[in-house]
């Protein structure tokens, strides 16, 4: 059996290169490189006046919030989300979740198949233009395109 505890979680951090509000620690506990089939999760933290950054992802998530005060974005749509808050984002649509209260905002997303592939509009890596993301059997992979003739660091 696949296991998995947010709270002891090791958490990975991004940060986007030219918006400082764009911060997020996060982890995939369960996704197709740990033994999932069929669906994903991953569980972020955004701090106080931060926010995950605006992305699609390949398939449907839904949002838990456990923690703290969030406005999603969903396709132009916005609501506010508190703990025990769920909101729908479907397949490929825009989307992004910030924290509007004073503690650490903590989010756990199911998804609706197991490889995941994220295509965020604020580069993570230097030079780059578009960050994408795949979580799936190789485990986790990050690409990314710069102008052309101008390299992307990582």
């Not at 919030?65 to 406005?71: D, I």
């Not at 769920?86 to 503690?103: C, F, I, K, S, T």
């Not at 592939?117 to 710069?146: M, N, Q």
Request: charged share 20%; proline share 8%; aromatic share 6%.
């Amino acid at each position: 059996m696949l296991t998995a505890n947010v709270n002891k979680l090791d958490l990975g951090e991004v940060r986007a290169e030219n918006d400082p509000t764009v911060s997020v620690r996060f982890a995939f506990p369960i996704y197709a490189a740990t033994g999932a089939a069929a669906s994903a999760v991953v569980y972020f933290e955004v701090a106080p006046g931060g926010r995950l950054g605006r992305h699609t992802d390949s398939a449907e998530e839904v949002l838990l919030v456990l923690a703290g005060e969030a406005e999603a974005e969903v396709d132009g749509e916005r609501g506010r989300l508190g703990p025990g808050g769920l909101a729908l984002v479907p397949a490929m649509a825009p989307h992004d979740v910030r924290n509007v209260g004073d503690e650490p905002l903590r989010v756990v997303g199911f998804f609706a198949g197991s490889t995941v592939v994220s295509h965020f509009s604020e580069p993570f890596v230097p030079g780059a233009e578009i960050t994408v993301v795949v979580h799936g059997p190789r485990g986790e992979e990050v690409l990314t395109a710069a102008p052309m003739g101008v390299p992307a660091t990582a």
